[in-house]
């Protein structure tokens, strides 16, 4: 007895994540993509498309206006910019990540529990926040790297603290909006934990502005830890960064402005890619936000 041919299955396709897909079809969030995989992988391989050592000297070359053996031109030890604009693009990358993500994880922590529970837990999560608030962004970074030492990961650390007081009070406004909601009081009829609730259930509805929001934080993130390298609380010397360049670059500015221009052209450029990333982010998890920007650009 002979039997038909079963038919043949249906070939699956994997499909890109929803957020990277939507972010690929925005005109903005592919330019912010783009640039960012550029220092990404300048980040992990710069030293193998560097032209030179980053930190070897030519003393024959002190000073050198970019040429065809030097594109973006030497510093006052010989050193060559480009390789070292490109050496710096670790620390960049490391900082703005890095920072970023223990601010998220501090911010996002504190204001979860302090919306969930309210009252006097609120209270004092809310206070401790406010003192935060209340001192300059870039000051408290400066005291806090004076007193933890300078370092990246000092660094990196005293910008978290800085920048964690945003997304508890981000993270605690969406709390408070969804933890009176139905499907929370069915789960808690339910018998399901506090904790659970926590992680299940409140954490995944607060991520969309949190996720936002540390997109945007990176750009000022980066900016902060130039600014404290270029007061000298970053890493130690040899190592580059754009900041430290800066700052050693001013000295030479009206003879040799490539020391500083390229330095800035690099950070300026991360930083755009931070912001348009963080805008398309933003249009792509609440379109409702796009449509009424362009219905007050029509108005």
Do not use: C
């Amino acid at each position: 007895m002979s039997t038909a041919p079963s038919a043949p299955l249906p070939k699956t396709r994997l499909r890109r994540p929803y957020l990277l897909d939507q972010l690929l079809r925005h005109k903005g969030g592919a330019f912010g993509l783009a640039i960012m995989a550029l220092f990404i992988l300048l980040a992990l391989f710069g030293r193998m498309v560097a032209p030179y050592d980053p930190n070897a000297n030519d003393y024959l070359n002190l000073l050198s206006a970019p040429s065809a053996q030097h594109w973006f031109g030497t510093d006052e030890l010989g050193r060559d910019t480009l390789s070292r604009v490109i050496d710096g693009s670790r620390i960049a990358v490391a900082v703005a990540f890095l920072s970023v993500s223990i601010a998220m994880a501090i911010g996002v922590l504190i204001g979860v529990i302090s919306g969930y529970f309210g009252g006097m837990v609120d209270s004092v999560l809310n206070r401790s926040q406010d003192v935060l608030f209340a001192f300059p962004t870039l000051l408290l970074a400066i005291i806090l790297v004076a007193v933890l030492g300078p370092g990246l990961f000092n660094a990196s650390l005293a910008i978290a603290i800085v920048y964690s007081p945003r997304f508890a009070r981000i993270a605690r406004a969406s709390a408070l909006s969804i933890k009176t909601s139905e499907y929370l009081d069915a789960a808690r009829l339910a018998g399901v934990n506090t904790p659970t609730i926590l992680v299940r259930h409140i954490l995944p509805n607060v991520m969309p502005p949190v996720i936002v929001l540390a997109a945007l934080s990176m750009s000022t993130a980066q900016l902060a830890y130039a600014s404290l390298s270029f007061l000298g609380l970053g890493v130690s010397p040899p190592q580059a960064d754009w900041g430290s360049m800066l700052s050693k670059g001013r000295d030479f500015i009206t003879i040799a402005p490539w020391l500083v221009i390229w330095p800035t052209v690099a950070l300026v450029m991360l930083m755009l890619a931070f912001n348009v990333l963080g805008d398309a982010i933003r249009d792509v998890l609440d379109p409702s936000h796009s449509s009424s920007k362009s219905t007050d650009t029509l108005t």
